[in-house]
């Protein structure tokens, strides 16, 4: 089976998107022309997220790497860690046909959401972390469970989600799968510009190839979330790749790298540098902490979080 072959048929086994919804898809797939426009020529207004008064960044950390996966929770203790604003994630997916995504229902978003006001600790994206082991171009109901996701990015007003294409349908691992990804992402991005949000794909692609993917899918509603550690792992210059993306490929950043020692103390990040790398851009948004945390006290959240965001603190958020 081809990749679009294989792209054709996972669309047609989605469940999730309503009839009208499958209808409007296709209908502008088939009709062609719309999503075949250089990303940079369209007019749609999916800018990264506003950052608090005198600031250009703000620091979060994600629900599921504090242990808090879609937990209420999550709020009090990024509260206690010094972030400014949690990556909710979707919930666990396992062998379900969408995520166990609790936010679905209005009473516990609401929940949510106000407890995100009482503390003042913001949501600044969504996060569909199961993609990191499933196949976004290869599972039968990728399509539906994106688009739960932009519905609940609509509920919620959250307008940045988080899409990592994974070992499983990552261009740099299986380039034999671009076609789907690409076709796939077409369709998503569809449905993320009529709800006005934008998702945001990592890949571990050096930044000239990942320019190359946005320009074949084609729309604004689709960039690049980026993560400091595919860089630095990969052996590639972490600031010469954000020059070359620039600010407005970029909607968010995973500011991290792989577990082993806190920011402060990584080799490998010239933190004051990556700052002046995006002022000089003009980027601003979410510097959101994954990993980095200390290799010999793993589990311990408040410790190495709370780390991280007082040294990110020191270097983006000085008067």
């Known amino acids: 089976m081809s990749a679009n072959d294989l792209s054709e048929t996972g669309l047609q086994l989605e469940r999730g998107m309503t009839r009208r919804g499958f209808i409007r898809v296709s209908a502008a797939t088939v009709a062609g022309g719309l999503l075949c426009r250089h990303w940079r020529a369209l007019a749609w207004p999916g800018t990264p997220q506003p950052v608090a008064p005198g600031f250009r960044y703000k620091i979060a950390v994600c629900d599921w790497m504090i242990l808090k996966r879609q937990k209420l929770g999550a709020f009090q203790l990024a509260k206690e860690i010094g972030a400014d604003g949690v990556e909710v994630d979707m919930g666990p997916l396992g062998e379900r046909d969408t995520f166990d995504n609790q936010l679905a229902k209005p009473e516990v978003r609401q929940q949510f959401l106000d407890e995100a006001k009482r503390l003042g600790v913001e949501i600044c994206s969504l996060a569909m972390s199961g993609f990191y082991a499933q196949s976004f171009a ?174 990110l603190k020191s270097i983006f958020q000085k008067p």
């Open 138 to 311: 290869e599972r039968p109901t990728a399509l539906r469970m994106v688009q739960d996701c932009i519905e609940t990015m609509q509920a919620m007003g959250v307008k940045i989600a988080f899409l990592p294409l994974g070992v499983r349908s990552d261009p740099a691992r299986r380039p034999e799968l671009r076609a789907a990804v690409v076709e796939r992402l077409k369709t998503v991005a569809l449905e993320a510009e009529r709800a006005g949000v934008t998702i945001g794909i990592e890949t571990e692609l050096p930044a000239s190839d990942q320019i190359r993917l946005l320009d074949q899918i084609g729309s604004r509603a689709i960039r690049v979330y980026y993560n400091f550690a595919n860089a630095i792992q990969n052996g590639r210059d972490l600031i010469a790749e954000l020059r070359e993306l620039g600010a407005e490929r970029i909607c968010q950043i995973h500011c991290t790298n792989q577990d082993g020692v806190w920011l402060q103390d990584d080799p490998k990040i010239d933190m004051p540098k990556v700052k002046e790398t995006l002022d000089a851009m003009h980027w601003s948004g979410w510097l959101v902490v994954e990993r980095s945390r200390d290799a010999r006290d793993p589990r311990n959240v408040k410790k190495n979080f709370g780390a991280n965001v007082a040294y």
